[in-house]
């Protein structure tokens, strides 16, 4: 994980660029609200092929789980504020509670969906490795086997680089007796999508 303090206008003027463009031209996916509190809002590809996003945080929110990305990424607070923690496992020794052990699922997705299947094996205890908050102008970047909880306050919103896919399936921390799940992505309509977009230029111009 790495994290930068430096403010460049260099990055904003890229973000505003982004979205620019992104409003001149049909959306190539739909926007989703994402379970974990979030408008998802993809915008295009770099030159060096990330994908770029959106995260728009309306309300406060945390993610639900502790979890993993199939990629490795790059967020740049763009508004708000926000506290990334991160977490090593160690393994649920016998006689703890159960409250503090969880089980590994794995996180799939086809777009639309999304499903968690345990993935089995002993039982294991997130240990924090390190906290941080970060607010307009700063980034952090993580690699895809981080396993990192965020959560935002009100009116954050980052830009995301996302490297290309590097694992089939994320990895997600669920409670000991959870099991397998699929849930639906809710879409958000492209008008929508476009004045959230114009809401955040309207912010960091």
């Given at each position: 994980?790495k994290?930068?303090r430096?403010?460049t206008?260099d990055?904003?003027a890229q973000?505003?660029f982004v979205?620019?463009?992104?409003?001149?031209?049909?959306a190539?996916?739909p926007?989703?609200?994402?379970p974990?509190?979030?408008?998802?809002?993809?915008?295009?590809?770099?030159?060096d092929?990330?994908r770029?996003?959106?995260?728009?945080w309306?309300?406060?929110a945390?993610?639900?789980q502790?979890?993993d990305?199939r990629?490795?990424?790059?967020s740049?607070v763009l508004?708000?504020?926000?506290?990334?923690?991160?977490?090593?496992?160690?393994?649920?020794?016998?006689?703890m509670?159960d409250?503090?052990?969880?089980h590994?699922?794995?996180y799939?997705?086809?777009?639309?969906?999304f499903?968690?299947?345990p993935?089995?094996?002993?039982?294991?205890?997130?240990?924090?490795?390190?906290r941080?908050?970060?607010?307009?102008?700063?980034?952090?970047?993580?690699?895809?086997?981080?396993?990192?909880?965020?959560?935002?306050?009100a009116?954050?919103?980052?830009?995301v680089a996302?490297?290309r896919h590097?694992?089939?399936?994320?990895?997600?921390l669920?409670?000991?007796d959870?099991?397998?799940?699929?849930?639906d992505?809710?879409r958000?309509?492209?008008?929508?999508?476009?004045a959230l977009?114009?809401?955040?230029?309207?912010?960091i111009?």
């Amino acid at each position: 994980m790495k994290y930068e303090r430096l403010r460049t206008d260099d990055d904003f003027a890229q973000a505003r660029f982004v979205m620019q463009a992104a409003l001149s031209q049909s959306a190539q996916a739909p926007a989703i609200r994402h379970p974990n509190g979030f408008t998802k809002i993809p915008l295009s590809a770099s030159a060096d092929k990330r994908r770029l996003f959106l995260h728009v945080w309306e309300n406060p929110a945390s993610d639900s789980q502790i979890h993993d990305h199939r990629w490795g990424f790059t967020s740049i607070v763009l508004a708000g504020h926000l506290v990334n923690t991160t977490y090593n496992l160690e393994p649920c020794v016998s006689g703890m509670s159960d409250m503090r052990g969880a089980h590994i699922a794995t996180y799939s997705s086809d777009g639309a969906t999304f499903a968690l299947e345990p993935a089995g094996g002993s039982a294991v205890v997130p240990v924090v490795r390190a906290r941080v908050t970060l607010s307009r102008g700063e980034q952090y970047s993580q690699e895809p086997t981080e396993l990192h909880r965020v959560a935002a306050a009100a009116g954050t919103v980052t830009f995301v680089a996302r490297d290309r896919h590097v694992k089939p399936v994320a990895r997600v921390l669920i409670a000991r007796d959870g099991g397998p799940s699929r849930e639906d992505f809710t879409r958000v309509a492209p008008a929508e999508r476009d004045a959230l977009i114009r809401s955040v230029l309207q912010q960091i111009t």
